[in-house]
C-alpha cells in the first residue's frame, strides 16, 4: 500500500530534487502527486511499498539534518559579510507592493472591528 512520505508544499525546488535523488540513489521506489491546476490538491511524494518506508524515513532524517546545518551556515556566512536580506531590505525593493498589503491588511480590520467599536456609524 502506497505511503506518504514527505509533502511538497512550499518546498524549495532543490530541496525536492535532492530528496527525489537520495530514494534514486538508495533504489527506494516512489511516484509524486502535484498541486494539480487549482493548487488545492496534496503535492508529496509517495513510496509503492511501505515495507521500506522506515529505511526512506531515516534516509530524509539524515539529510533534513545535514540541510539544516548548511543552510544555517550559508545564512551566518551572508550575516557576516553583511549580504543578508531584512525586512526592511524586502519592503524597500518592493514598496509598492509592501504598500498595496498593508491598505488591504488595514481595510479587513476596519470592516472586521466596525461592528463592535461603532466605527462609522
Not at 509524486?32 to 531515516?58: F, V, Y
Amino acid at each position: 500500500m502506497a505511503e506518504l512520505l514527505f509533502k511538497l508544499r512550499n518546498v524549495p525546488d532543490d530541496e525536492a530534487e535532492d530528496i527525489r535523488q537520495l530514494l534514486g540513489e538508495h533504489e527506494i521506489d516512489f511516484y509524486e502527486t502535484h498541486a494539480g491546476g487549482w493548487g488545492i490538491s496534496m503535492p508529496g511524494i509517495w513510496l509503492h511499498d511501505d515495507q521500506r518506508l522506515q529505511e526512506a524515513k531515516a534516509l530524509l532524517a539524515t539529510y533534513q539534518k545535514e540541510r539544516a546545518v548548511t543552510s544555517r551556515a550559508a545564512y551566518e556566512q551572508l550575516k557576516e559579510a553583511g549580504q543578508h536580506k531584512t525586512v526592511v531590505d524586502k519592503i524597500i525593493e518592493h514598496p509598492f507592493q509592501f504598500l498595496i498589503l498593508s491598505m488591504a491588511a488595514l481595510f479587513i480590520l476596519y470592516i472586521s472591528l466596525r461592528p463592535f467599536l461603532g466605527f462609522g456609524s
